[in-house]
C-alpha cells in the first residue's frame, strides 16, 4: 500500500521558495490539459465503447491546437496527459505539443475507469501509451493522470504501478469523497509516497466543516467564476499550489456526442461555452506551470518523512 513520507504542511516550503516570484502570494500553480476526444467520456456504466471510437468525427486536433494557441498567447508552459489512443492516431499533435516547450504526461490508453481494471489489465494499458509516446518523442513521459481521477480507496495499488513503470508523478486522486472517486484522508496538498513517487491531488479547498474541490473539468465550468478564482486566491494564499485542469474538447460549446444518462450529460456538458472565457481569465490572472516544474520547487524543499499511512 502506498504511504506518504513527506510532510504534507509544505505550504510554508513552497512560500520560501516562490515567494516574490508571482503575483501576490509566490506561489505557481499547475495547469494540466487532459487530451482526449469529446467521445472518450468515462462514467460508471455510461461509456461510449472504444471499439467504436473511430466510427466518429475527430475533433481533437484543432482543439488542442487552439488550446495552445491561448496558452501561447499569455506564455504558459502546461502538462498534456495525452490520451494513448488519441497519440497513436495523431503523432504529429504530440511533436507540437512537445516543440511548443510543454510537458508531456501519459492520461492512459484508452481510457477505462481505473477502479473497473485489474492490476494486470491497468499495467498493459498503460504500457501501451508509454510505448506510443516514447516512440514519438524518444522520452518517458514523466507524469501520469488517470482517466477521469479514477484511482480511488479500492485500488491504491495502481499507484504502485505507476511508481514500478518509472514515472515521476501522479495526479489521479481527489483527497476527498465524490461517490465513485476519491481518497478520503489523503493529504491534500503534493506529498510524496514511500515507493518515491509523488502525488499531485486534485486541488480542494475547505469551506466551513467540508472540502470542496475546484479548479477543472465540470467544477470549473459549473461554479460561477467568482468561486474558481477565490479557491485558487484561498490555497496560494495558505502557500500551497493550485491543479487547474481542462480537455481540449470543453473548448467545443457543442460536442456531437454526449453520454446517455441525464447526469451525466450535465456534468459533461454544462457551461462548455463558457471554459474559453475561464481558462483566459485565469491565464491572465494566475501563474501556471508544467506539473513536474511545480513539485521540483516541493521536491526541493523536502521535509522530515512522517511515516504517514496514505493508504486506507
Ligand atoms: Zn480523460
Not at 502506498?2 to 515567494?19: N, S
Not at 469529446?38 to 461509456?47: K, L, V
Not at 524518444?138 to 501520469?144: A, F
Request: charged share 20%; with cysteine.
Amino acid at each position: 500500500m502506498p504511504r506518504l513520507v513527506t510532510d504534507p504542511g509544505v505550504g510554508r516550503f513552497a512560500r520560501l521558495l516562490l515567494g516574490g516570484a508571482t503575483g501576490g502570494y509566490g506561489v505557481v500553480n499547475a495547469l494540466t490539459i487532459d487530451v482526449e476526444e469529446y467521445f472518450c467520456y468515462a462514467y460508471p456504466g455510461d461509456e461510449f465503447p472504444c471499439q467504436r471510437w473511430g466510427e466518429l468525427e475527430s475533433r481533437v486536433v484543432p482543439q488542442t491546437l487552439e488550446t495552445l494557441r491561448i496558452l501561447e498567447t499569455h506564455g504558459i508552459r502546461a502538462t498534456f496527459f495525452i490520451l494513448g489512443w488519441v497519440a497513436q492516431r495523431e503523432p504529429y499533435l504530440v511533436r507540437e505539443i512537445l516543440d511548443r516547450g510543454h510537458e508531456i504526461g501519459s492520461h492512459g490508453y484508452n481510457h477505462r475507469l481505473v477502479f473497473t481494471q485489474s492490476p494486470q489489465d491497468f499495467r498493459s494499458d498503460l504500457q501501451r501509451s508509454v510505448d506510443i509516446l516514447a516512440d514519438i518523442t524518444g522520452e518517458m513521459p514523466v507524469g501520469y493522470r488517470a482517466p477521469s481521477f479514477s484511482i480511488n480507496g479500492t485500488c491504491l495499488w495502481a499507484l504502485d504501478v505507476v511508481a514500478e513503470m518509472g514515472f515521476s508523478y501522479d495526479s489521479s486522486i481527489y483527497p476527498l469523497n465524490i461517490r465513485h472517486y476519491g481518497v478520503p484522508g489523503m493529504p491534500a496538498v503534493p506529498h510524496e509516497l514511500e515507493s518515491g513517487l509523488w502525488e499531485f491531488p486534485a486541488t480542494t479547498v475547505q469551506v466551513g466543516p467540508a472540502r470542496m474541490p475546484f479548479g477543472g473539468g465540470g467544477y470549473l465550468r459549473l461554479y460561477p467564476f467568482l468561486v474558481t478564482r477565490w479557491a485558487t486566491h484561498r490555497a496560494n494564499a495558505d502557500g500551497h499550489p493550485a491543479m487547474v485542469y481542462l480537455h481540449p474538447w470543453e473548448l467545443d460549446p457543442d460536442p456531437p456526442m454526449r453520454p446517455r444518462s441525464r447526469l451525466h450529460r450535465f456534468q459533461h456538458t454544462v457551461n462548455l461555452s463558457k471554459t474559453r472565457s475561464r481558462l483566459l481569465h485565469l491565464c491572465a490572472e494566475f501563474d501556471f506551470a508544467p506539473m513536474g516544474q511545480v513539485l521540483g520547487q516541493f521536491q526541493a524543499a523536502r521535509a522530515v518523512p512522517l511515516g504517514f499511512a496514505a493508504a486506507m
